[in-house]
């Protein structure tokens, strides 16, 4: 799922913008601001000359013209007060984007049952460590995905697109799929079948299960007929020497440093079963809280 950035692919653009706005505020407070004063001063220093000289030969002059004399030259040029006024709106929107929260917007439905199209959601930016915007390098370790995580990360076939899919191998974990069950590290993932679940795209229903991955049950769908997964469908990727795929099942084993993803509409996903693992520096956040949708206000609330 090729995700929506609320505010567009803007990492980039409010970084230039916020150090443009911030440039220009910076020399006004350190440079402009002391040229207008020394200008106003000078001209006061005028002005006052020749008030007291036409005060002496008996003429008397309204001294409210002084005042609006020297608010006329300290006034910042448009251009300086609309980039001073910017700069810390923008400022704060790129930190907390960068470093805290970053909206998207749900656009397809690889990751039904869970989030819908049209879910309008907030990912963590800090669970998963903090990185350097832009560049997205970790500088510094707080955490680490774990399996069950809802997780935002850039594609690995083209890092300029956010996917987001459901964390079900972590670093070192054995993955095994066949007849559409998982089987983690040897351990086979608990299913408990739920009511079928009726398609919000199309007058059709789908088979609906539990899944009862590690501490995270989360519900997936399946649809009848199609089949594990669609083996001519699967590129080669870094690492693909990790996975062994057959007819209908395949194995895999997350190298170091790489995570596997999948959809929860496990049979409408493109997902780690056909472009591979997920490497950490790829990682964005941590898909937490769906805050909007305009089709169903129903549907705000955590994210599991």
Known sequence: ?????????????????????????CLDVFVLAKQRRAKADAALAEYDARHAKLTADGIKLDNGNRAALEASILRQPTWVEYSGSFFPVIALVFVLRSFLFEPFKIPSSS??????????????KFDYGIRLPV??????????????????FKYPKDPSQDY??????????????????????????EYVPMDD?????????????LEKLT????????MDG???????????????????????????????????MMGDNR??????????????????????????????????????
């Not at 501490?215 to 399946?222: G, Y």
């Open 1 to 25: 799922m090729n995700l929506q950035p609320i505010l567009g692919n803007f990492a980039l653009i409010l970084f230039v913008a916020m150090v443009i706005t911030g440039v220009i505020w």
């Open 111 to 124: 990751m039904v049952p869970t989030l819908l199209v049209g879910d309008l959601i907030l990912v963590n």
């Open 135 to 152: 560049i997205n390098k970790k500088i510094i370790e707080v955490g680490n995905p774990q399996r069950g995580d809802v997780m935002v």
């Open 164 to 189: 987001i899919k459901r964390v079900i191998g972590v670093p070192g974990d054995k993955i095994h799929y066949e007849n559409k069950r998982l089987t983690v590290n040897g351990q086979p993932v």
């Open 197 to 209: 679940y009726l398609d919000d795209e199309r007058p059709v229903y789908h088979k609906q299960f």
């Open 215 to 222: 501490n995270a049950p989360h519900r997936i769908l399946n």
């Open 226 to 260: 199609a089949r594990t997964y669609n083996q001519s469908a699967v590129e080669e990727f870094p690492h693909h020497e990790n996975c062994n795929y057959s007819y209908d099942e395949f194995t895999c084993i997350v190298p170091e440093g790489n995570y596997f």
């Open 267 to 304: 049979d409408n996903s493109a997902d780690s079963r056909y472009w591979g693992f997920v490497p950490d520096q790829n990682i964005v956040g941590k898909a937490v809280f769906v805050w909007m949708n305009f089709s169903n206000l129903k549907r705000i609330g955590g994210i599991h």
